[in-house]
């Protein structure tokens, strides 16, 4: 999916909500739990219950691998289920990957080709030639970790440099000369609140995509005073929040419910911001 | 396996040689990759061949993931086969992974408990939390990204903060808080040559996982001399150098070769180095 065409998407839906497919058999409802391809089946029912109401999907590899094969055959129904149902939606393979450039490369192969994502989240430790291999791919794009929303972003992403510029400000100045804002996006915690000012500065036009509103603490209204930008500019992540608001039968109708809610207020923000 | 066993098996078999299962659909013998089950065939033939003559194996996840589920069931295959029949190796899933607690947890679960590993690899950038959850498995390892091998290490790994402590040094130190020697190793790629020296400097006991001897150049003399420790401390990995050696018919007896001509080498070093 292009940038003109993200962009589009969340004029049209009002909406700038990611809703993360952090599918955990172990808070399935029991019904579906006990019935045959519980991950699928769950994560059908969310997306038939939520699509009206985002504009992009974020399964996190972890929560697949974590059934070995089984899970890798279940999420690559749920991005073809995602594909010939909701073609408007963004997919996001969240699986922080980033390694040497010839094994970036299978990487790349693996989620763009093979799985058919648009796009993945990759890991800048090892600097340029572990991203640029999942650049060039038309449509498909890099969301590089930055500013992460976990406690244990203070340990290395704030470290300041010689002169005086943190890390992650680094990654983004740095890693913004690989790639253009049409290929590439940060990931930003909405947990940094102000920080979002910092990062504005380094990358004015990139979208970031923004995990930790709800369950981690983030508020959406800091992260759009400090992160909007013309075009939206943010990609605002909810998982938990949303797949589990109810353990029970009424597992999608409550997704749907707090996924519209956050739609509404983020089609408020749009509206404030000058951007519907 | 712990600490000491690891030692032992160093000493018993005279060698430190890790061979990297970096199983390529592409680069394997046509007549195996025509046959059935290719990667696995292909992998079981090289273990087969090269287990006198090393004392780990790391497959690569990439690799394995590029095939999707399939490859996750070729993997699964690779590590039992393992565990059965040369319970004396150490297995290293080199994944690179790295996430917030909770999902760091579910990787934790599959790469220790589901699919049987010693040890995972980990990148650092989102710190303690997504760190710690890998470790306090009895007898498991985390083996956490340090300065690797690339040309893009020098992007942010040798960035020096305000005190010009370099940020792979910065890792090793406030990782060593984390946890002790006999649960943490630290990839250092042989490239970095001299870099050995600092590293000790901050990481004194710690085994080092050593990539880029071979096809990525580095030497294996020169990471002993500046690297070893009383207890060795080094693994050594060889990928490319052993598994395609051959692409003919004779490429496990090929593979043979080259890893026993590095284990004596290694045999060397280790006698030199009053080890043996």
Redesign the interface.
């Known amino acids: 999916m292009t940038r003109k065409e993200l962009i589009e998407n969340i004029r049209r839906k009002k909406s700038f909500l990611c809703v993360g497919l ?1 599918t ?1 058999i172990k808070k399935v409802p029991a019904h579906i739990a006990e019935g045959p391809d519980p991950i699928f089946t769950f994560n059908k029912a969310i997306i038939d219950a939520t699509a009206d109401y985002c504009v992009a999907y974020k399964p ?1 590899l ?2 697949y ?6 899970g ?2 279940a999420l ?1 129904k749920t991005v073809k289920y995602l594909r010939e149902n909701y073609p408007d939606q963004f997919i996001i393979a ?1 699986a ?6 010839n ?2 490369q ?2 790349a ?2 989620f763009f080709e ?2 058919g994502v648009d796009s993945i989240t990759v ?9 640029t291999p999942f650049l060039g791919y038309p449509g498909k794009w890099v969301i590089l ?1 930055a500013l ?10 704030l ?4 002169s ?1 510029t943190p ?1 992650f400000e ?2 983004i100045s ?1 890693s913004s000369q690989w790639a253009g804002p049409d290929e590439m996006m940060y990931v930003v915690g909405a947990t940094q609140g102000r920080m979002f000012e910092d990062i504005r500065r380094v990358a004015p036009q990139s979208f970031l995509l923004v ?1 930790g509103v709800g369950a981690q603490g983030g508020s959406l209204e800091e992260v759009c005073k400090y992160g909007m930008t013309a075009d939206c500019g943010l990609l605002v992540n909810s998982s938990r929040g949303i797949i589990y608001a109810s353990s029970g039968e009424d597992f999608a109708e409550k997704a749907a419910e707090e996924a519209r809610k956050l739609r509404d207020q983020m089609a408020d923000e749009l509206s404030k911001h000058g951007i519907l």
Chains 1, 2 share one sequence.
């Not at 691998?65 to 089984?70: K, M, N, V």
């Not at 890991?123 to 991203?131: E, I, K, T």
């Not at 470290?159 to 010689?162: A, C, F, L, P, W």
Request: aromatic share 10%; proline share 3%.
């Open positions: 952090d955990d996190n972890a929560f691998e974590s059934f070995g094969a089984e890798w055959v690559e969240d922080k990957r980033g390694d040497i450039g094994t970036s299978l990487y192969r693996s093979h799985l890991a800048p430790y090892m600097g340029q030639d572990s991203v970790l992460t929303s976990n406690k244990g972003s203070h340990d290395f992403q470290t300041k440099d010689e005086g890390l680094k990654v740095t995990p």
